[in-house]
C-alpha cells in the first residue's frame, strides 16, 4: 500500500530564504513520486516527478526534489523564496507504471516573510 | 489547448439530495480520475475512468459514482447527500499510460446543508 507523510503542515520562511519540504512516502512497488502546488480557489498544479532515472528532479518555478531510496523521501527544495510561492504544496506517490491513482499527504502550507 | 474544466463551480445541495457533477479533460486525454478534498481528510481518491470503463476505484461507498462518455467527458454521482460530503471535488485527466502526469481542474465546491 501507499502513503505519504509531510512533515510540518505549516512552514514560513523569509522572502529570500532556502524553502525545504520534507516529503516521506511508504510503497510496495517503486513508486512514482510527484510534488503538486495548490493555490487559494483553484486546482493542484503539477511542480515536477520523478518516475525513473536521475534522482534529482527539477521542475517549474526552480523548484527541485531528490528521490532517496534509503531514505524513502522526496523533499522538495529552492533556492530563494519569492512571495509568489506562497501556496499548499501536496506530495504524492502512486503505485508506477499503469497506475493512476495518487495517494496524497496532507500538505504543508508555505507562507513567505516579506 | 483549453486546460480541464468543471462544472458547476460551486453547489449548494441538501441532505437526501443527489448531485452530478461534470469534467471535460484535456482535448486527447482518455483518462479522468475524480478526488475529493475536505480540511479533515485530505485528498483522496474516488475513482478513474480510461475508455469509458472504471479502471480503479477507491474506498467511498457506492453512493459515490461516476461514468465516462465517448468523448471522454466524465461525470460523478452522489446520491443521498450527507454532511460529510462537502467538499472539494478535483477532476485530474491525463493520457492514460498511467505515467501518473494528471493535469486537475479547478474544481467544484459541494456544500451540503
Known amino acids: 500500500a501507499q502513503s505519504v507523510t509531510q512533515l510540518g503542515s505549516h512552514v514560513s520562511v523569509s522572502e529570500g530564504a532556502l524553502v525545504l519540504l520534507r516529503c516521506n512516502y511508504s510503497?510496495?512497488?517503486?513508486?512514482?513520486l510527484f510534488w503538486y502546488v495548490q493555490y487559494p480557489n483553484q486546482g493542484l498544479q503539477l511542480l515536477l516527478k520523478y518516475t525513473t532515472g536521475a534522482t534529482l528532479v527539477k521542475g517549474i518555478n526552480g523548484f527541485e526534489a531528490e528521490f532517496k531510496k534509503s531514505e524513502t523521501s522526496f523533499h522538495l527544495t529552492k533556492p530563494s523564496a519569492h512571495m509568489s510561492d506562497a501556496a499548499e504544496y501536496f506530495c504524492a506517490v502512486s503505485e508506477g507504471a499503469g497506475a493512476n491513482n495518487l495517494f496524497f499527504g496532507t500538505g504543508t502550507r508555505l507562507t513567505v516573510i516579506p | 489547448k483549453a486546460g480541464v474544466t468543471q462544472t458547476p463551480r460551486y453547489l449548494i445541495k441538501t441532505r437526501g439530495q443527489q448531485v452530478t457533477l461534470s469534467c471535460s479533460p484535456i482535448?486527447?486525454?482518455?483518462?479522468v480520475s475524480w478526488y475529493q478534498q475536505t480540511p479533515g481528510q485530505g485528498l483522496q481518491f474516488l475513482f478513474e475512468y480510461f475508455s469509458e470503463t472504471q479502471r480503479n476505484k477507491g474506498n467511498f461507498p457506492g453512493r459515490f459514482s461516476g461514468r465516462q462518455f465517448s468523448n471522454s467527458r466524465s461525470e460523478m454521482n452522489v446520491s443521498t447527500l450527507e454532511l460529510g460530503d462537502s467538499a472539494l471535488y478535483l477532476c485530474?485527466?491525463?493520457?492514460?499510460?498511467?505515467?501518473?502526469?494528471?493535469?486537475f481542474g479547478p474544481g467544484t465546491r459541494l456544500t451540503v446543508l
Open positions: 482535448s486527447g486525454h482518455r483518462s
Open positions: 485530474a485527466s491525463s493520457l492514460g499510460g498511467g505515467m501518473g502526469e494528471q493535469f
Open positions: 510503497s510496495s512497488v517503486p513508486p512514482y
